[in-house]
């Protein structure tokens, strides 16, 4: 027998935080994620989402009132799909098949209620930038922001009934890798460009650099149907929130004649210096996490955005900067491995552009759909053009 309990109480909040770190407890590779993380998720002051959507965390308790799992289940009006989707995320379940369709069972019930036809998880009540997905391949430390799992997770969900509606590929490299003969023919071709020049990004410069990256982006990826156009002010509001962990030697901008043609953003992987603080980040871990910082090595960064304007794509400026940075890279710091944000199976274009970067594909997550009418035909996620 299997009690849902709606997490309402300041015990129940808890409780929705420490039953992965108990279940993980004996995995190496699982980072606990920071409370203050999945607190702002569920905290509608923080999270935007709440002002057109609902969400609600359970606990799931056994006949010996012991944690067994837990979700959180929401609708959303911004996330629009062909049929009213509605979604799922922050689940932990025992190695379980009955728990866990008690589990799938009780969201599908609750967004039935709410008019919803499908369901969509593990997925996040926010942008697909964090806690989106199920690891299926590549079971290592995850990145910031990303979820985790058992291998098992992956028949929970399938022998319940969800489908795969699309992957989530994440591409590496190791940064001493041979890098393509391609990317040293264009870096030797544009460097003798006397218009052509490359430069990491500093601190003390983030109004420009702000301004710079708005323009690179807005010109070659959001123009095109590929995301939002972003706001030069909320770009300066994001870099100076990323200040403090801003390494000034992996981050960089292209410019013909001081005009921004192309920029390569990296951060460190912020899990390295957080896996030691057990999720917690009061005064005590503030100052653990610098003490961490300064002296702990960070061996891995992760890639942001990459970005080419129109008029400079397919001319070899991404093997110019690629090579340009690297070189700078190697010899200015600890970084041994770099792991891009993951990339949707339904995006030849980004893929292509990831393949190009000489990456190979090292984890796996995928997002999982479940149609609540069983005989409607199952499509995936239609391609980008």
């Known amino acids: 027998m299997i009690i849902a309990e709606e997490v ?39 999270n935007k989402f709440f002002k057109s959507g609902e969400c609600v965390q359970f606990l799931f308790k056994n006949k010996q009132n012991e944690t067994v799992g837990k979700v959180a289940v929401f609708v959303n009006e911004t996330y629009e799909q062909k049929q009213p989707t509605g979604g799922f995320g922050f689940f932990d379940c025992i190695n379980d098949q009955e728990t866990a ?11 039935q209620q709410r008019g919803m036809e499908a369901m969509d998880g593990p997925i996040n009540f926010g ?17 910031y922001g990303m979820n985790y799992n058992f291998p098992y997770y992956k028949d929970l969900f399938e022998n319940y009934g969800f489908k795969i509606y699309f992957e989530q590929l994440c591409f590496s490299r190791p940064i001493f890798a041979a890098v393509s003969r391609v990317f040293t ?25 702000a301004k710079d990256f708005t323009e690179i982006y807005n010109r070659a990826w959001a123009a095109h149907g590929e995301g939002k156009c972003m706001e030069e002010s909320k770009v300066l509001k ?50 653990k996490f610098l003490w961490i910082k300064k002296f702990k090595k960070n061996e891995k960064m992760v890639g942001l955005v990459f970005g080419v304007v129109p008029e400079w794509q397919r001319k070899g400026l991404e093997g110019y900067m690629i ?20 990339i949707g199976d339904f995006n030849p274009k980004m893929i292509k552009i990831a393949e190009n970067l000489d990456t190979t594909v090292t984890r796996k997550l995928a997002t999982y759909r479940y149609l609540f009418d069983e005989n409607k035909e199952f499509e995936r996620h239609p391609k980008l053009l």
């Open 238 to 287: 994001m870099f100076k929130t990323m200040k403090p962990i801003i390494n000034e030697h992996i981050s960089w901008f292209v410019y013909e004649n001081e005009k921004p043609i192309a920029m390569w953003m990296n951060l460190p992987d912020t899990n390295q210096w957080f896996k030691y603080l057990n999720g917690k980040f009061g005064l005590w871990e503030k100052i």
């Open 323 to 342: 090579w340009e940075g690297t070189q700078h890279l190697r010899k200015h710091t600890d970084f041994k491995v770099t792991e891009m944000q993951w």
């Open 101 to 111: 369709n008690f589990i799938f069972d009780h969201c599908k019930n609750w967004l």
């Open 185 to 209: 023919v264009m870096h030797a071709k544009h460097s003798k460009n006397p218009e052509i020049s490359a430069r990491p990004m500093t601190k003390d410069k983030l109004g420009k650099f």
């Open 127 to 143: 942008e697909r930038d964090k806690f989106w997905g199920l690891v299926i391949e590549g079971f290592v430390e995850p990145l």
């Open 8 to 46: 309402q109480n300041e015990s129940q909040k808890k409780e929705f935080l420490e039953f992965p770190a108990r279940l993980y407890q004996h995995d190496k590779n699982y980072i606990r994620p920071r409370n203050i993380d999945i607190e702002d998720v569920f905290n509608p002051e923080k």
